[in-house]
């Protein structure tokens, strides 16, 4: 009996010392994946994620001191075609999945990883002086109409949207970005485009939001992965880690983004 309880004892105290060695491979591993964010990296990412990546610039800037970190912001279609081009990229974050598929197919990145959504909103002056107040008013002839251009993902969002609420658009203009649109209400050259709900929200005072309901509204997916050709692999993964998991979604989350499910 004595030798039973002996047994039962040591077997315990195993269980007990395998158990306590978890939280200390957690934080192993967790602070490796912290230590690999050093070095010079360049993120390439669509406009609409301008303030969001800036604010995690600013974020990781003071976690991580060694980390170098450059952003540049632009069309998806016209990042995806400098990647194609060999531009200095160490990692891609696209606000579609068909732009990221193109380089997924030509293995210039990793396996993409969704991070983020977002939703499409009317943006009108401030005070909405036109009185826009649906999709349908969009066709009126007396508005000056900017929309996104359909190679850009919000672009052919915005197509998607008007096709669903039966409505034909003639823009004054189709630009290559959703902040080159925005910037036409903003200055008073257009009385009303087609981005993101985020970018409204980036406009502060300058325009206001007009819902498009659900039925009509396309959710975009945002996924990011990292260049292939990148010099500091492990640095862009890291950065990729905390884009989707980790300080990231909190500056997503701060500037209106739907989370990545």
């Known amino acids: 009996m004595h030798w039973l309880i002996a ?7 195993l269980v ?65 075609t400098q990647i194609q081009q060999g531009a200095p990229a160490d990692v891609f974050a696209s606000a579609d999945e ?10 210039l990145v990793d396996v993409p990883m969704t991070f983020a959504r977002n939703k499409l909103e009317i943006a009108v002056a401030a005070g909405n002086p036109k009185h826009i107040t649906a999709l349908a008013d969009l066709a009126r002839s007396d508005l000056r109409v900017v929309l996104v251009d359909p190679s850009v993902p919000a672009g052919t969002y915005s197509q998607q949207a008007l096709g669903k609420a039966g409505v034909t658009v003639k823009p004054k203009s189709q630009e290559l970005d959703v902040r ?13 485009t087609i981005v993101y709900v985020t970018d409204v929200r980036a406009a502060g005072a300058q325009a206001v939001g007009v ?28 950065y990729v880690d905390e884009i989707v998991s980790g300080t990231g979604q909190r500056a997503l989350a701060g500037r209106g983004f739907l989370p990545p499910a």
Do not use: W
């Open 7 to 13: 047994a039962a004892v040591v077997l315990a105290t």
């Open 16 to 80: 007990l010392v395998g158990c306590g060695k978890s939280s200390p491979k957690s934080a192993v591993a967790s602070t490796t994946t912290a230590s690999k964010l050093t070095g010079s990296l360049t993120v390439f990412a669509a406009a609409s994620l301008t303030e969001a990546f800036n604010d995690e610039k600013a974020a990781l800037a003071t976690a991580h001191r060694e980390l170098r970190l450059t952003n540049s912001f632009a069309g998806t279609s016209s990042l995806v």
């Open 98 to 107: 068909k732009n990221m598929q193109k380089l997924v197919d030509a293995g």
């Open 180 to 192: 080159s649109a925005l910037a036409k209400v903003t200055s008073g050259e257009a009385d009303a």
């Open 211 to 238: 819902d498009i309901p659900d039925a009509d509204n396309v959710v975009a997916v945002y996924p990011i992965a990292v260049v292939k050709a990148s010099a500091h692999h492990d640095a862009a993964a890291a």
